[in-house]
């Protein structure tokens, strides 16, 4: 069956917005996920232009012809899959709301793809960063201001490696979560989906310290504290529009901070810290299971990528304690 007359069709720009609303309503989609899926359509509707065609309009062919042309491009295969998912869940929608009266995606296969395993710093690495982290943050000849954001960054990744937030949800946590007596800590991830997450002493004690560090600079500020980012009640504040601490500074700290602990920037990240959490927690023995409930995963599917280190542990298990193993 064809789509509704030409005649009648919405724009790409309308069905895009109406899609992205829907995003965000149903599904709970973030800021990230829906910028993500704005620029993956507007590619895929620049193209049908360019061949006299629309989201309303085009036919399966056609969408294969988009594909083709990001393997034209020298697009990844990764990047072509998500392309394709963006597709597919638009022409969902589109039939759904039978703005369609087909789905021209439906039969559509992507490119075979094999998932990579997460790059995994290991313990003497975080330690290392941890340790250069901590010296800096209690380093004398500091001024104030630098000795603050060292406290910060210390924290920052005592309280990630400590918890395996995503950092999103790191940069955005809350003043309170920073209390004394808190051994959990209620966090906000994808979907508005709120979680409990337990915190050890070292992150704790890390919080607190940084915290005290802040009151003090609030208490010596000449400003006006309504205007102070001490009196901000993010955690982690800045001057900027979103009033908390970016994703993108705080990965360039840490990078920093990789460099000066002796390790390579470019295998080092928040979420590079977000594996290891997971990874390391697998190794010592922790379930699955709860490591999905700590990350807040929705699908198991999604924590099963870490059972390598659940594979390697069983393999040295055996070899090490199995009777007929050898010596």
């Not at 309009?57 to 491009?73: I, P």
Request: proline share 3%.
């Amino acid at each position: 069956m064809r789509a509704r007359s030409s005649a009648s069709k919405p724009s790409d720009t309308k069905l895009t917005g109406l899609f992205l609303d829907m995003l965000a309503a149903e599904q709970g989609a973030g800021p990230n996920t829906l910028d993500a899926y704005r620029r993956d359509l507007t590619d895929f509707s620049e193209f049908l232009g360019r061949v006299g065609h629309a989201f309303a309009d085009a036919e399966t062919q056609t969408l294969r012809d988009y594909l083709a042309d990001l393997d034209a491009r020298g697009f990844k295969s990764t990047s072509v899959a998500r392309r394709l998912s963006a597709m597919r869940h638009l022409y969902r929608f589109l039939l759904n709301e039978r703005i369609r009266t087909d789905d021209p995606a439906a039969i559509l296969s992507g490119p075979k793809r094999g998932r990579g395993l997460p790059k995994v710093l290991s313990i003497a690495d975080v330690d290392r960063m941890l340790r250069r982290a901590k010296e800096l943050s209690e380093a004398e000849d500091a001024s104030p201001s630098k000795r603050l954001r060292a406290l910060r960054l210390y924290c920052l990744l005592e309280v990630l490696y400590a918890t395996g937030l995503r950092v999103s949800e790191l940069v955005a946590l809350p003043r309170t979560a920073a209390k004394r007596d808190a051994r959990m800590i209620v966090v906000r991830g994808k979907g508005n989906k709120e979680r409990l997450v337990p915190l050890n002493e070292a992150s704790r004690q890390a919080m607190a310290d940084y915290l005290a560090a802040t009151e003090a600079a609030k208490d010596n500020s000449k400003t006006d504290k309504k205007n102070s980012v001490a009196a901000s009640k993010w955690l982690f504040p800045s001057f900027g529009e979103s009033g908390h601490l970016t994703r993108q500074h705080f990965a360039r700290d840490l990078k920093e901070l990789a460099v000066a602990s002796g390790l390579q920037a470019r295998l080092v990240s928040p979420h590079v810290l977000r594996h290891a959490f997971a990874s390391h927690l697998l190794h010592n023995g922790a379930d699955l299971r709860i490591v999905q409930t700590l990350l807040g995963h929705t699908d198991i599917s999604t924590t099963q990528i870490y059972t390598h280190v659940v594979e390697e542990r069983l393999k040295s298990l055996v070899r090490d304690l199995h009777p007929l193993a050898e010596k």
